[in-house]
């Protein structure tokens, strides 16, 4: 290895001797003598104090640099540029050329305080790394009447980046019901369906973090730059923005450029944007433009699948009536169920213990909030109508006033979400419905928690008795 890098070493040295005659003395000194190269057999690296540097070689001197390092490399090098990034890492950013189309490429691990990656002039084509988590994808997301719309907005939003009325999509609910999971999931599609867009996931807290630090040295106009080159913006938890004038002003523009661009937009909260706060109107205003679509907690069939899904993934056996009695008591949100399998699992694997349901009954004491209430038809009906002060005997009744139709449609609505009642017994113990009538109510009562703000709090109140939160 080492010969290998030496024998390059003087390749380097063979292309400077060619590069030197050609320009000034200073020029050469400030610029080339400070190059570090690397070659690995088909990339050339070349290792820059800072982006300056790449900078200007780009500009100024790769008509020069170009052919002679396609004589002494070989004609099928490549060039990218390793910057040194003002942190204690080297080269989260390189880039990457192959010497007629010129592309950059941006790796490195780090989260939290990566560097505003450079925008380097001359540049045509960049390749980004979007951020993605490899398993958040739509074969992964279990869908349910919890996220079906969700989902659906997400998927068209995949298929037909900036082209639909859902820009911006916007995504939100509370912790742990999949947001970042659905928009990782739009990524990833977006770059299988349109592998030359560019996709980038940032979460808002990370974004204001490049913002400060772009701020502080003076390169904000790299910062708002860069993020107006991506094709899909993916932006998490931008409930985080509130306070932050500085950082929404910068979003603003980014925002403003993109979407006249016609480039699309994916936000994630945990409210729906009237409920922002400290937000300034103005971006607001634009998150209201697209499609707002909430995440819900999961009804026991999805809350079932998930489960299965989960431990098919995990390898872990779970029988049927461990799933069940999981799907019934994690009352919480997904990460809370998939808390309760790791445990289920470690318990399994390192202490031999049968999964069985005492096993379970026993992890979830430690790690889950448990629903403190059974959940049962009647528990249902009484919730119902102690929240909407409708007396039992109206509610039972062959009344068909509005009020009373809703109150029912609520019950089979939270019956079918949170029992393991057939539909047909949800129908008799309610109004005496058939099972059609149900399912009716159940997707009106979930199409007008989809469009209805008032409405979605009324059932989040009643839901939230009932589970005893
Ligand atoms: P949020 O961003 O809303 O807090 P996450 O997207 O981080 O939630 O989801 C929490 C965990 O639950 C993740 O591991 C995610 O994969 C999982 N999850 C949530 N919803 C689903 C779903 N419908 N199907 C499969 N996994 C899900
Ligand atoms: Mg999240």
């Known amino acids: 290895m080492l010969t290998t890098t030496h024998t390059y070493g003087e390749t380097w040295e063979n292309c400077l001797a060619r590069i030197k005659p050609r320009i000034s003395e200073e020029e050469f000194a400030k610029w080339f003598s400070p190059i570090e190269p690397v070659f690995d057999g088909t990339t050339l690296s070349l290792r820059v104090p800072n982006r300056s540097y790449a900078t200007r070689i780009d500009n100024c001197y ?182 932050k004038p500085g950082t929404q002003t910068a979003f603003f523009n980014i925002f403003n450029h993109l979407q006249l661009l016609g480039k699309q937009i994916v936000l994630t909260s945990d409210k729906p944007p009237v409920e922002l706060k400290d937000i300034e109107q103005r971006l607001l205003t634009r998150f209201k433009w697209g499609m707002a679509a909430s995440l819900q907690l999961p009804d026991y069939q999805t809350k079932l699948r998930i489960i299965r899904a989960k431990c098919e993934k995990s390898g872990v056996e779970i029988p ?81 006033t509005r009020e009373i139709a809703q109150a029912r449609q609520i019950a089979m609505f939270l019956a079918k979400r949170h029992t393991k009642a057939p539909l047909t017994q949800i129908g008799s113990a309610i109004g005496g419905r058939n099972h059609a009538t149900v399912l009716h109510s159940c997707k009106t009562v979930q199409n007008m928690i989809d469009t209805d703000k008032s409405f979605r709090a009324q059932v989040e109140d009643i839901e939230k008795v009932l589970l005893g939160k």
């Open 62 to 243: 790769m008509q020069i640099l170009k052919p002679v390092i396609l004589m002494m490399y070989g004609p099928k090098t490549k060039l990218c540029y390793a910057v040194r990034i003002p942190d204690e890492q080297v080269s989260t950013v390189s880039v990457e050329t192959d010497m007629t189309d010129i592309s950059r490429h941006v790796t490195g691990t780090d989260t939290a305080k990566i560097y505003n990656p450079y925008v380097i002039p001359g540049m045509r084509k960049m390749i980004i790394d979007p951020r993605l988590n490899p398993g958040y994808t739509f074969s992964t997301f279990i869908e349910g009447d919890c996220n079906r719309l969700a989902r659906s907005a997400g998927m068209s939003v995949a298929v037909n980046p900036g082209n639909t009325p859902f820009n911006p999509l916007y995504i939100y609910g509370d912790s742990g019901l999949g947001k970042t999971h659905i928009v990782q999931a739009i990524g990833h599609e977006v770059r299988q369906r349109h592998p030359e867009l560019q996709v980038l996931y940032v979460s808002t807290n990370k974004f204001q973090a490049q913002y400060q630090i772009a701020n502080k040295n003076g390169e904000l106009p790299d910062f708002i730059h860069f993020y107006q080159m991506i094709d899909l913006l993916i932006i998490d938890d931008i409930q985080e923005l509130s306070g």
């Open 320 to 400: 049927e009536e461990v799933a069940a009695y999981l799907a019934e008591n994690i009352s919480a949100n997904v990460r809370e169920i998939e808390g309760a399998i790791s445990s289920l699992a470690a318990n399994a694997s390192f202490l031999g213990r049968r999964i069985t349901v005492s096993l379970a009954k026993e992890v979830l004491k430690v790690y889950v909030q448990m629903c403190r209430k059974e959940i049962t038809l009647e528990s249902i009906i009484d919730t119902v109508c102690g929240n909407l002060s409708i007396p039992l005997d109206r509610f039972n009744s062959t009344e068909r």
